[in-house]
């Protein structure tokens, strides 16, 4: 288990000291974690089962397209902002199959939680439990 809250252009050091990650917690307050760490992580780690990740919410997009499928991880925590869309989490669902709880943090200001928990539900039908939190809100979706 690693929890990474300090340092920069962090990624490489994480890879290269420890090699068999099964928990990492990523993000939040480090000063270069750039969007694209995230695959690079998912795709390095062949025993990750839990990963928390916020991504960066300065970088304009996210390009998943280098994330590889991984059966290993069940459990993501994701902090997003508006650059994360829909299609992202789509890419997110495929790209994890075996996932079993999903926790979605909301940096932003959103309109309509309801219906975005809504979305979130349909695009993870195959997680047990769906979190969603923002600024202090929170909705909780358990599957049956």
Known sequence: ?????????????????????????????????????????????????????????????????????????????????????LDDLKFISQSFPNLKKINIIVYYLMPNLQKYLQDIIKIFQQVEEIKLKRFGMSEEFKAS
């Open 1 to 85: 288990i690693a929890e990474i809250c300090y340092g920069s252009h962090i990624t490489p050091i994480i890879l290269s000291s420890f090699p068999n990650l099964e928990t990492l917690i990523l993000g939040k307050g480090v000063a270069d974690v750039k969007n694209f760490d995230f695959s690079t992580i998912c795709n390095h780690y062949k025993n990750l089962k839990s990963l928390e990740f916020h991504f960066n919410h300065q970088e304009k997009s996210t390009n998943l397209k280098p994330l590889r499928k991984n059966s290993t991880l069940i459990h993501l925590t994701i902090g997003v902002s508006e650059n994360f869309d």
